[in-house]
């Protein structure tokens, strides 16, 4: 094996003789400049998510976007207190839709929503089993007058939307990249995890050069136990043409530790925090999050995805939100089937996914709302 590079010289991000913690959301922008911001506890993130509307939405599309927000926190609701399984993937969806139109109108993408199609449908090739062979084919929004609510979730959500007028998400390859509940999917499939955890993410700087870069460092036996390449996990993770493994000799415990430094810096003039928000937006979309109620409230996650499913990943909100359009699909016109496949080897993924990953999903879109970590409040 080739030798390693030395690491790019500099530090962790100080700011005040504090270390700066990554997060997807480390600055916010006030009149002239960009101050940094920390985690935001909360319990109710509902509340959270309602001020942002009210600070950010377009006044004429506010009290549309309030009304998407109240619908949607009570399908919410109903999905807790449902005493009948195959109801609530159907609840929880419309609860994902509803807050999917308030952000779009808080983000103005749109002005207001009127008649309007999900964006999805989902189907089985011929001579394919629903379920273990059902993909969803998405539409992009082509009228003013009858827009397709994914493709504007996308567009709000990243800034592009979809590239074609049809594409096509195969609901296997869905399933895998929902982290929470992933190794009881990869236990049902027979496949070997593909999330690893990102054990130190960090802001790394040079003072004297002015510039600043992202530093992620994992545990070496987290690859060798599913047999990962370090080639591999670049590759899989969309990171190969930013980042590179750099010589480490850092371990906890009998642990060793992987270093690997985004290749490209960015500069600055004036403060490191001004351009933060620039780093954070070139993996953006190739990290995913957990939220706990302990610290460190977040952990940060690569998906390794193999090559033939690459056009199928997705951010991780548009993940979540593709495959409760199918379960509620299901549960809305053919309950009978969800019972079924809640009996299957998949029937407990299917459990955990709608016990843990609604109640996330709601923390992540607050998060986006309000362009801010929101935490969920400790346990004390």
Known sequence: MARLQECREGTQLEVKGRLIDFSLYPTVKKNRRYGLQSKLFASNPWGVINQAINERCDAAAKSQAISFLE??????RCSLTSSIVAAK??????CFLNLA?????TKGHRSSYGAAFHGLQETVPPNGREFYDSFLIAHKSTRVDRPNIFDDFLASLTGIGLSSNHQRFELKHLAAQLLQGHRIWADSAN????FIEIHKPKFMHNDSTKEVWLEFELFS???????ISRKKLLNESRLANDFKEVDSNLSLGDRRILRFEQQNTITYTGRASDVLKDLTDTVRFKVWTTILKTPPYRKYYLYLSPQAEVND??????????YFYYLGSVTRYRPNYFDEILDGRFGGHLQEIVSNLPQQFIYYMASEFSQREIAHAPIV
């Open 101 to 105: 139109k308030a952000f779009v109108l």
């Open 71 to 76: 619908q949607a926190e009570d399908f919410y």
């Open 89 to 94: 993937p159907l609840l929880i969806y419309y």
């Open 191 to 194: 496949r070997k995890e593909r």
């Open 313 to 322: 990943v997705l951010p991780q909100i548009l993940s979540i939100w593709c």
């Open 221 to 227: 036996d987290d690859l060798s136990r599913f047999d």
